[in-house]
């Protein structure tokens, strides 16, 4: 690897992690292919990642200049001379940041999980201990199922608790609102967010979303996601009840509201939810193309860089 080498990744880095994410935000195509859109965007944020420490790797590289061997042949103060002291102070820095974001991503990570672990296991013992639900006197047959809480207030309420212990909460008030079939729509959104295990995906964007310096990641990126796991949701749910129930009940619970950790029914996205549902399905050629845009973005510099520094550890192995 080289001092091109390293370039590259670092503008590629930066613009997967600024400039394509913001335009991929503003498209219309991922509400048709909600799950190819919902892969690539997975495949953009890994490629980013690795193309961070691609370019770290690769400085480090010429900081500690490999030997026939694949073993070090110089200090990282050994190399001043030779590349002057403006450039190696800029590849250290660069090296430096890089190592910085790989500890804030392995940080943000584990904070998030602990952190959102924790709200959900005390919101699941509150729900728990305010349940109204009478399985004995019920009138949706539904309701019956042991995941299920009902609160005691006049507001319609509807959103999933995921992890071991799953838990839907609906309201009194969202159970006076729908009918049996809306009630059964929203059931099946929140249940296919705990089935898919939508909230992993959305974990996994908030730790790289905090991972990331403020100048460089998109804001549009972690709420792109948030509504593509909707959509999805959505599909599911329609496939159960039809469209009209769904859309009937999303409107109801639009302005529901949900802790930090759930996955609430309603939300800023309810208006373009519910559009959809009444527009062309998906489309085969769009999700084929984002499938493909996936593997190219996320395959070709993963084996460009992979490549490189396998031959340095067989050399350092052999």
Not at 45 to 69: E, K
Not at 275 to 302: C, E, H, K
Request: glycine fraction near 6%.
């Amino acid at each position: 690897m080289n001092s091109t080498t390293a370039l590259v990744f670092a503008i590629l880095a930066l613009i997967l992690a600024g400039p394509v994410p913001a335009m991929l935000a503003r498209a219309s195509w991922p509400y048709r292919s909600p799950r190819a859109a919902l892969v690539l965007w997975q495949a953009i944020a890994l490629a980013a990642v690795l193309s961070a420490f691609s370019s770290g790797l690769a400085i480090g590289g010429l900081l500690l200049v490999p030997g026939p061997d694949g073993r070090p042949t110089t200090a990282p103060t050994d190399e001043i001379d030779a590349l002057g002291l403006p450039l190696w102070t800029l590849y250290v820095v660069v090296l430096a940041i890089t190592l910085g974001i790989g500890a804030k991503l392995m940080f943000s990570v584990a904070q998030v999980a602990v952190r959102t672990r924790r709200r959900r296991s005390r919101h699941r013992m509150l729900v728990d201990l305010l349940d109204r639900t009478d399985k004995s006197d019920n009138p949706f047959r539904s309701l019956r199922d042991a995941d299920i809480r009902v609160l005691d207030a006049a507001e319609p309420i509807a959103y999933c608790l995921p992890g071991l212990r799953q838990r839907v909460v609906l309201s009194r008030g969202t159970l006076a609102s729908l009918s049996e079939a809306e009630v059964t729509a929203i059931l099946s959104h929140e249940r296919s967010h705990l089935r898919s295990r939508h909230d992993l995906v959305l974990e996994a964007f908030t730790a790289v979303n905090e991972a990331f310096p403020r100048i460089v990641r998109s804001k549009s990126a972690l709420s792109s996601v948030q509504l593509l796991v909707e959509l999805l949701a959505n599909d599911t749910a329609v496939k159960v009840t039809g469209p009209t129930p769904l859309a009937r009940a999303l409107v109801t619970c639009a302005g529901s509201t949900a802790p930090r950790g759930a996955m609430a029914a309603g939300g800023p996205h309810t208006l373009i939810r519910v559009q959809r549902l009444s527009g062309p399905g998906s489309d085969v050629r769009i999700a084929a193309v984002a499938y493909l845009a996936a593997v190219v973005i996320l395959v070709l510099p993963t084996i460009y860089v992979a490549m490189p520094w396998l031959e340095e550890l067989s050399k350092l192995l052999g």
